[in-house]
T-cell receptor
């Protein structure tokens, strides 16, 4: 148990569906991250939120829409995805300004059919 | 220079070998540093924090060179179970989120 919880763990969705991924942390961290990892590829940073404000958006297509309603929760809303969006989506949190590490959730394995 | 840069590998080494990875970072005021390990299809997990004096945990040694702006990870007596991707993580100054490297892939071969 890392303190960062992602749901669902697995998701299969059609290209016309709308779904959301959820990430929750109760570590008191102020920064939260979404990463995408395709098969055998490195982590790709998608979004970073710090104090509920988006501080980084790495040229992610608009079919991915993040939401950070408070510092404990982070969502990734998915709409009209493509099969190449199938990947492991990882959430992480950290406390900027401290000397401590980031913690990852176990990820959501997404398959787009 | 990229914020955090690692050689992607793969490093293919025989069991029992010693292998070292370096990671360079661009912001000289970075505050703290970490090595993570990621197994296939799993989330990254903290392996070691890197202190200015260097630190050792069993077969693993991490060192920081602030003058040259790199951190290193040394693995002695490699085991098959060490096969994974090793991620370098840098904590920039101020209230800035952590920056992850792309990782170095290690395969230990029997």
């Amino acid at each position: 148990e890392t303190g960062v919880t992602q749901t669902p763990r697995h998701l299969v969705m059609g290209m016309t569906n709308k779904k959301s991924l959820k990430c929750e942390q109760h570590l008191g961290h102020n920064a939260m991250y979404w990463y995408k990892q395709s098969a055998k590829k490195p982590l790709e940073l998608m979004f970073v939120y710090s104090l509920e404000e988006r501080v980084e958006n790495n040229s992610v297509p608009s079919r991915f829409s993040p939401e950070c309603p408070n510092s404990s929760h982070l969502f990734l809303h998915l709409h009209t995805l493509q099969p190449e969006d199938s990947a492991l989506y990882l959430c992480a949190s950290s406390q900027p300004g401290s000397y401590t590490e980031a913690f990852f959730g176990q990820g959501t394995r997404l398959t787009v059919v | 220079r990229k914020e955090v840069e690692q050689d992607p590998g793969p490093f293919n080494v025989p069991e029992g070998a010693t292998v070292a990875f370096n990671c360079t970072y661009s912001n000289s005021a970075s505050q703290s540093f970490f090595w993570y390990r990621q197994d296939c299809r799993k989330e990254p997990k903290l392996l070691m924090s890197v202190y200015s004096s260097g630190n050792e945990d069993g077969r693993f040694t991490a060192q920081l060179n602030r003058a040259s702006q790199y951190i290193s990870l040394l693995i002695r007596d490699s085991k098959l179970s060490d096969s994974a991707t090793y991620l370098c993580v840098v904590n920039p100054p101020g209230n800035t989120p952590l920056v992850f490297g792309k990782g170095t892939r290690l395969s230990v071969i029997a």
